[in-house]
């Protein structure tokens, strides 16, 4: 019988496209591992605590946290390194965005993480229970819920986004800088499939609506000619290819437009508000000037509350809040030094660096609650106000 050897090199040398395969799983391995030790660190370093209590974070991304504090459950929660870039409201509680994260924060104080993001510039737009967030510098956008990221792109012509609007079903507005044209609307479903799109040739869009029905889409853009500037208007329905109505309005710079119900339409300024009847062929703009060029603004349901300075005064400022008419509905003054104003719709409530204000049709100034540190936005969730500054995000 004829005995066949095996030499010794040939015993112990395994074939070499298994050491590749193997090598080549052992790195993938060790990089899948890396990058979840990575998350982690930057899911806990983002996460908000409670100044009472300085416990560390446990729960891994969309859990909900809920915090033990002293008076309020949650509340105050802290971020560091002053990172709080902007708080909307939301459906059941406030989307909190800062420089590395989303949270959603609900009106106990519990939150949740539904997406971390690495954007230069971001933006945040909220609608019922959606919140969007988008980069104007690199055009890339996410759409979230309380809980997680739904759905994601970049803007249709890879150009910078100037603003956005996101509809309480989650379909979002956005508006680009144009190549061959100056700005471009592109409209998506929240699965981020692109619905619509139009070319503004010559003006550059500054404010998006979507309307109830989330066909008709408003949009106002700004323009320049002879030296003088001008807003034009236009209403747009995703089903027809020409636009439903435009208006150019000349002698204005529009900074936010809505629609204002039935036929109506809203053009917000520097220093007046209009109110458009898109229908009405004799005298369609109906104007409300302010008493000076507004300091701040804030526009929710067809009503707008504009704070500015009263003028010949150095310490006296005036708040006006006008209805879906256009005419004044209440007017108060004031000597504490405004910070923020916010409008839901029905009543409009003033933040100052002593506190927070209800805005009373008698001309009075109510107050919700006294503060101890200066903040520099409010937002209003019921009838519970939820301040913050850089840092720290409170409730009454």
């Known amino acids: 019988m004829e005995e066949k050897r095996?030499?010794?090199?040939?015993?112990?040398?395994?074939?070499?496209?298994?050491?590749?395969?193997?090598?080549?799983?052992?790195?993938?391995?060790?990089?899948?591992?890396?990058?979840?030790?990575?998350?982690?660190?930057?899911?806990?370093?983002?996460?908000?605590?409670?100044?009472?209590?300085?416990?560390?974070?446990?729960?891994?991304?969309?859990?909900?946290?809920?915090?033990?504090?002293?008076?309020r459950s949650g509340f105050p929660l802290a971020f560091s390194g002053g990172s709080i870039l902007d708080?909307?409201?939301?459906?059941?509680?406030?989307?909190?965005?800062?420089?590395?994260?989303?949270?959603?924060?609900?009106?106990?104080?519990?939150?949740?993480?539904?997406?971390?993001?690495?954007?230069?510039?971001?933006?945040?737009?909220?609608?019922?229970?959606?919140?969007?967030?988008?980069?104007?510098?690199?055009?890339?956008?996410?759409?979230?819920?309380?809980?997680?990221?739904?759905?994601?792109?970049?803007?249709?012509?890879?150009?910078?986004?100037?603003?956005?609007?996101?509809?309480?079903?989650?379909?979002?507005l956005l508006a680009a800088k144009g190549g061959n044209y100056a700005s471009l609307l592109s409209y998506y479903n929240r699965r981020g499939e692109l619905l619509f799109s139009w070319e503004c040739a010559r003006e550059y869009i500054v404010s998006v609506a979507i309307a109830e029905n989330r066909s008709d889409l408003l949009c106002a853009a700004v323009g320049a000619k002879n030296g003088e500037m001008y807003t034009k208007l236009y209403w747009l329905n995703i089903g027809k290819i020409d636009t439903v109505w435009e208006t150019t309005l000349t002698g204005t710079a529009g900074t936010e437009c809505a629609f204002a119900g039935g036929n109506d339409v809203l053009?917000?300024?520097?220093?007046?508000?209009?109110?458009?009847?898109?229908?009405?062929?004799?005298?369609?703009?109906?104007?409300?000037?302010?008493?000076?060029?507004?300091?701040?603004?804030?526009?929710?349901?067809?009503?707008?509350?504009?704070?500015?300075?009263?003028?010949?005064?150095?310490?006296?400022?005036e708040i006006t809040v006008l209805g879906k008419n256009n005419k004044t509905v209440a007017f108060a003054q004031t000597e504490q030094h405004p910070l923020s104003v916010f409008c839901n719709g029905k009543h409009a409530f003033l933040l100052t660096d002593t506190g927070v204000y209800r805005v009373k049709r008698n001309g009075k100034l109510k107050e919700i609650c006294a503060l101890s540190e200066t903040e520099r936005g409010l937002v209003m969730v019921g009838g519970d106000a939820f301040h913050y500054n850089k840092n720290t995000l409170s409730k009454n």
């Open 267 to 317: 053009l917000v300024c520097a220093d007046k508000r209009l109110l458009i009847d898109t229908k009405a062929k004799k005298e369609p703009v109906r104007e409300a000037a302010y008493p000076a060029a507004a300091a701040f603004c804030h526009t929710a349901k067809g009503m707008t509350a504009v704070v500015n300075q009263k003028i010949g005064t150095f310490d006296t400022y």
């Open 6 to 71: 095996i030499a010794p090199a040939e015993k112990r040398t395994p074939d070499k496209k298994r050491v590749l395969l193997f090598a080549a799983i052992g790195a993938a391995a060790l990089l899948v591992l890396a990058l979840l030790v990575v998350m982690a660190v930057r899911g806990r370093s983002a996460a908000p605590q409670t100044p009472q209590a300085n416990e560390a974070i446990a729960a891994a991304d969309g859990e909900t946290q809920t915090r033990t504090a002293s008076g």
């Open 87 to 172: 708080v909307k409201s939301g459906s059941g509680g406030l989307f909190t965005l800062t420089k590395d994260a989303l949270f959603f924060v609900s009106t106990t104080g519990a939150y949740r993480t539904p997406f971390l993001h690495s954007y230069a510039k971001p933006v945040l737009k909220t609608g019922g229970k959606y919140a969007l967030v988008f980069d104007r510098l690199t055009g890339d956008f996410t759409l979230c819920d309380a809980r997680h990221s739904i759905s994601s792109g970049h803007s249709e012509n890879g150009q910078q986004l100037s603003t956005a609007a996101v509809s309480k079903k989650g379909e979002i």
